[in-house]
């Protein structure tokens, strides 16, 4: 799983957002992922040196409401050459300006701390839940299932989205040959997209009930 892909799949038919900080020998960063927009990160090389775009710290504030203007310009600070900053203390900065806004990082889960102590200081909390990672297959599924409970739901699965798939099929055969038996190259491209579109709705409903705890 890359950096960006944990907190995205977290991320995905929440209403709240998913912060998720990252640091290796070469470098640190975060990703701030929100439903299906855009993930937003910033990166810092080890020893401090920035490695970001500017913009992406004011969008960053902008996703979590942090102040336009104290919080702002704490974050931009973090975006400037200091040799006497290293990634891990970027990283404690931005959680400086995060903890104005409710943010608390459990003890033992300090920025920078190597992955077997990460893991020690999780299993003391009582609210941690582990989280197993079975690929991009189940991430896509998480995804679908986040879209087919909104308002396109009925048009992509259940009954409302087969009728409008065998309609596209229905009405698409006789335009491709209509096109066909009078040389209308467009007319022929639009029926073949229109039986494009509905046997691929068709197989797309299929493929989902016949998943494991497909409806």
């Known amino acids: 799983m890359n950096r960006s892909s944990g907190a995205t799949a977290l991320a995905v038919g929440s209403t709240w957002p998913v912060l998720a900080l990252w640091w290796d020998g070469d470098r640190a960063g ?6 299906f927009r855009r993930p937003v990160g910033y990166v810092w090389l ?4 920035p490695a970001g775009e500017d913009e992406a710290m004011r969008t960053f504030a902008e996703r979590l409401g942090l102040d336009p203007v104290l919080d702002v310009q704490a974050l931009e600070a973090l975006t400037r050459p200091d040799p006497e900053t290293d ?3 970027r990283l404690r900065g931005l959680l400086a300006v995060l903890t104005r806004v409710g943010l608390e990082l459990p003890a033992g889960l300090d920025p920078g701390e190597p992955s077997d102590r990460l893991a020690a200081g999780a299993g003391l909390r009582p609210e941690t839940e582990r989280i197993a990672w079975t690929g991009w297959r189940d991430a896509v599924r998480v995804e679908l299932d ?3 409970s909104g308002r396109l739901g009925p048009w992509m699965r259940g009954p ?3 009728a409008l798939a065998g309609a596209q099929l229905a009405a698409g055969l006789p335009m491709a040959l209509w096109g066909a038996g009078r040389r209308r190259g467009g007319w022929v491209f ?4 229109l039986m494009v579109h509905g046997a691929l709705g068709l197989a797309y409903d299929r493929m989902r009930d016949e998943e494991p705890g497909g409806r």
Do not use: I, Q, S
């Open 30 to 35: 975060y990703t701030l992922a929100a439903g």
């Open 87 to 89: 990634a891990r203390a």
């Open 160 to 162: 409302r989205a087969r």
């Open 190 to 193: 639009a029926g073949a997209l």
């Open 46 to 49: 080890a020893d401090g040196t």
């Open 146 to 148: 986040a879209v087919e």
